[in-house]
């Protein structure tokens, strides 16, 4: 007998209209239309019950006796179902036949079927069947009980007694009314959403076949035997062949579902693994009990030509590595673990149970679970290093910026006393050495910086790499976090003191470290900054070692306020620009200005282009000013041209401005605009600028000295001052440094001095360059300067920077006069008129 699992929910929908036909299809209406039907069945054919039963029938408390022991038995064989799933839907089996088929041949039917109503109704409640099942199946068996008593009487008719044709007629009854209502469950499957196929109904057909056969034979066996008579015997070794052969399908159905099972098990017992070690230690135990060996081991083929790596399992279950494969004792199997990229073998050892030696049955079962281990080892190692590429800088090996954090943030959770410390570095000139000696120097240098960190910091401390040449070391909790990160610091800072041996070079490099401690309502992202803040601080100050202090802080946002400022100021148009003379040594005539921006600051009064050009190159700003500063330093030397006077103009750029590709196209529309020709614009750029990406600024250098611009290098001898890249560059003017001038006034300097501008001087004229010295300020040095056959003077003696209206003025007062000519066409071919003069000369002072 068969009965159906719950009637699954169905989605409902708003429309009111349909509610009607869809409450007349719904699976619970169907099904309870189907009960309906059934308990009317089930009335009817209770009306028609035969009088007696098929054998004997007892009469008063004997018949009592035989319809409770049977409500008994249907209620046990009720409990004890064997189920079947197919798909979503159960079937379930009971032996309930063999009473039945007992109360068809002692009970007297009435009794049989209260019994058998009875105890389904008492099951149905202790199992707690849901009401339309339970409404369901209680019909279904009434109608069972009453069919099968109706059928029975029919076939058998009047002549009783155990025999064969009695059996047979008993089965045929039972199978046929079983497969009626087998027909109305499946129904009921289908109704309630299960997907009942022919194959689905042939398994359940042949099931319930087989199920009558069994119960109604072994209730055969039972009346025979209880009657002495010989038919039981018959049928017993019949129903014992059958239990036998069920039995045997039954184990092996078991067995095969059983080590399905324990495959899953097995893939899913390796799912989540961290490393290659921890998924040994939970599958390989699996696959020393899975082939009944003593020990399980695995083996992974070193990539490199290293040591293979061994995790092995022995039988306490304690996975351990060691160096070398173990040596078996009785035999083992081996199998190569075959997942692109993971070399390895996985091995079983000694065998344990009635088989000594492993069986071709293992070895399939050892292929399988090589295949799963194979798989499984390569994602987890693709996982492994995928976590440790995106916590760790690959050139280093260090500990990233996120790794890094989170270290910081653990710390600072842990609860410890004291306080978490971290110090940020940054290497000087790293940036030179980069573009000098090239990035795998670069790179070399980075590394060596790395072990230098490592081997300077107390074991407790982790050092990490931030980006580029920054680097990080955190210092776990500590009474005196300061103290300790200070001490710390100046070791680091000594270490990379000491120079670096890369191939055939030896480079200097250095460092400031800005410092930072945790502080009471500041997280992990505070601290890091801080001790950016810090580090910067200590490049500007130019200190080795820097704490932070809020008031650091404060200028950050100083800094913030005077960009908005800027903001403003451009917007308003308040940068003006002050221009410097440059005056010719040989002939004493100011061949051209420098110039210079100026800003009233509304609040703060003049700010130094110092301060506001920094900020400004930290932001995209300095593209838009560095534009104001061209356009307006291009039309005030088109006026002095209006003017009579042949001046070039000197624009001072930025690195940002000599990395933009675009830089030469807005210079030339810029020279277009103001009607000035190229030659006479001067572009001042400094060797940092340009050094920062060669590859990027020389060819934007090439562009713009194409065009026809003067390229100044400007600052020259306080960067990175090299011949080599002197000689790359499309650079015509050379500006010593204001600080070499310097020496040459001071009495005990001088003669040192002197060597070192002469050798400037000379190498500047020797690669056919305009030498300029800049910062000149007295009579001293620029007798000096002319002794040293100096090309060109710049300096506070001869003027200061002054309105571009002045200018000229300022020369003369100076004793300087300026080249004069006529004008030049008029800017935007308005018609040209041109006729030169002679350049007045002067003998200089
Ligand atoms: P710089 O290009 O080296 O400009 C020369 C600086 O030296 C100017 O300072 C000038 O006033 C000063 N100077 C000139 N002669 C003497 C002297 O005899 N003695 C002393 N002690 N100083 C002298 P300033 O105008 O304060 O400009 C400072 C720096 O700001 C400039 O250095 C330049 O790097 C930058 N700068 C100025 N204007 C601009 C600009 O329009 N654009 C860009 N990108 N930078 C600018
Ligand atoms: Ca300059
Ligand atoms: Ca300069």
Redesign the pocket.
């Known amino acids: 007998m068969t009965h159906p699992g719950t009637p699954p929910d169905r989605p409902e929908t708003d429309a009111v209209s349909l509610r009607a036909v869809r409450w007349l299809t719904d699976p619970t209406t169907v099904t309870g239309a189907l009960t309906g039907a059934l308990l009317v069945t089930a009335v009817v054919l209770a009306t028609r019950l035969p009088g007696s039963s098929l054998l004997t029938s007892p009469d008063g408390a004997a018949a009592l006796a035989v319809a409770a022991t049977l409500a008994v038995l249907f209620f046990l064989t009720e409990l004890g179902q064997a189920r079947i799933e197919v798909r979503s839907q159960a079937y379930s089996f009971s032996l309930s036949g063999i009473p039945l088929l007992l109360g068809l041949l002692y009970c007297p039917p009435h009794l049989l079927v209260a019994a058998r109503v009875l105890a389904a109704v008492v099951a149905f409640t202790v199992q707690r069947v849901p009401p339309v099942k339970f409404a369901f199946n209680a019909a279904l068996y009434s109608v069972d009980v009453c069919a099968v008593l109706g059928l029975t009487h029919l076939l058998v008719g009047d002549r009783p007694g155990l025999t064969l044709a009695t059996a047979g007629l008993c089965y045929l009854a039972l199978a046929f009314v079983d497969l009626l209502l087998s027909g109305a469950v499946l129904l009921v499957i289908r109704i309630n959403g299960g997907p009942v196929g022919a194959d689905d109904a042939v398994e359940v057909v042949l099931s319930a076949a087989f199920f009558v056969a069994f119960n109604t034979g072994t209730g055969l066996i039972i009346a025979d035997l209880v009657t002495g008579g010989s038919l039981g015997w018959v049928l017993l070794i019949g129903v014992a062949a059958v239990a036998v052969l069920s039995y045997r399908a039954y184990l092996v159905l078991r067995a095969r579902h059983r080590s399905l099972q324990d495959l899953q098990d097995f893939i899913r017992l390796g799912e989540g693994s961290d490393d290659v070690g921890q998924l040994a230690g939970r599958l390989l135990p699996q696959v020393r009990d899975l082939l009944n060996a003593a020990r399980a081991e695995l083996v992974i083929a070193a990539a490199d030509g290293g040591r293979d790596t061994v995790l092995t399992v022995d039988e306490d279950g304690a996975v351990g590595g060691s160096d070398a494969p173990a040596q078996p004792g009785s035999g083992s199997l081996s199998v190569d673990l075959d997942a692109s990229g993971t070399r390895g073998t996985l091995r079983v050892l000694d065998r344990l149970g009635d088989h000594t030696r492993f069986t071709d049955d293992d070895l399939a079962l050892l292929r399988t679970l090589a295949g799963h281990f194979g798989v499984a080892v390569h994602s987890v190692r693709l996982l492994e290093r995928l976590r440790y590429e995106a916590t760790h800088d690959v050139l280093t090996g260090l500990p990233n910026r996120a790794l890094l954090s989170d270290r910081i943030t653990a710390l600072m959770a842990d609860g410890a006393s004291g306080a978490v410390a971290v110090l940020l570095l940054d290497l000087d000139r790293f940036k030179e050495v980069n573009d000098a000696f090239g990035h795998h120097m670069g790179d070399a240098l980075l590394q060596e910086v790395a072990c230098r960190l490592l081997a300077v910091v107390p074991a407790a401390a982790t050092v990490g790499r931030l980006g580029g040449d920054e680097f990080a070391v955190v210092l776990p909790p500590s009474r005196y976090p300061q103290d300790d990160a200070v001490a710390l610091a100046g070791r680091i800072v000594r270490a990379l003191r000491a120079p670096v041996h890369l191939s055939d070079a030896a480079v200097t490099t250095g460092a400031c470290v800005g410092v930072a401690v945790a502080s009471p309502g500041r997280d992990g992202a505070d601290l890091l900054r801080h001790a950016d803040t810090a580090m910067y601080a200590a490049k500007d100050a130019r200190l080795p070692v820097l704490v932070h202090t809020d008031s650091l802080d404060e200028g950050r946002r100083e800094r913030l306020a005077m960009l908005v400022d800027m903001r403003a100021a451009l917007d308003r148009d308040e940068f003006e ?2 221009y ?1 003379p440059k005056i010719e040594l040989a002939s004493g005539l100011a061949t051209s200005a ?5 800003w009233n600051h509304p609040v703060l009064g003049p700010v ?3 301060v506001f ?1 920094t900020v400004a ?1 930290s932001t995209g700003l ?1 593209d838009e ?2 534009q104001v ?1 061209l356009l307006q ?1 291009l039309r005030q030397c088109r006026r002095w041209h209006d003017d009579g006077h042949d001046l070039s103009v000197a ?4 690195a940002r ?1 000599v990395n933009d590709p675009h830089l030469p196209d807005r210079v030339q529309a810029a020279l277009a605009l103001a009607g000035v020709p190229a030659r006479r614009l001067i572009l ?1 750029i ?1 060797e940092s600028s340009v050094m920062g990406d060669p590859e990027r600024t020389v060819p934007t250098l090439e562009r713009l000295a194409a065009i026809g611009v003067t390229l100044s290098l ?2 020259f001898g306080t960067g990175y001052s090299s011949l080599s890249y002197l000689q790359r560059l499309p650079v015509r003017e050379l ?1 010593i ?2 600080s070499f001038l310097l020496g040459l006034s001071r009495e005990t300097d001088s003669a040192a001095s002197e060597v070192l501008v002469r050798s400037i001087v000379g190498l500047g004229q020797s690669l056919g360059l305009t030498v300029v010295a ?4 007295t009579a001293d040095i620029l007798a000096q300067l002319h002794a040293l056959r100096c090309d060109v003077v ?4 001869i003027s ?2 002054v309105p571009g209206d002045r200018l000229v003025g300022a020369v003369e007062r100076a004793g300087y006069r300026t080249v004069t000519r006529a004008t030049l066409p008029p800017p935007r071919g308005r018609g040209a008129s041109a006729a030169a003069t002679v350049p007045a000369r002067r003998v200089p002072r």
Do not use: C, Y
């Not at 420098?594 to 100026?598: T, V, W």
């Not at 624009?651 to 930025?654: E, P």
């Not at 800049?774 to 300020?777: A, D, F, P, Q, T």
């Open positions: 620009l002050h410097q420098e110039a210079l921006i100026r130094s282009p110092e050009i190159e300095i000013l560095t500063v330093a624009v001072n750029l930025s401005n001042e400094t400007d600052d500006k440094d204001r800049e910062g000149v300020e710049q300096g506070f003696l200061r920077a």
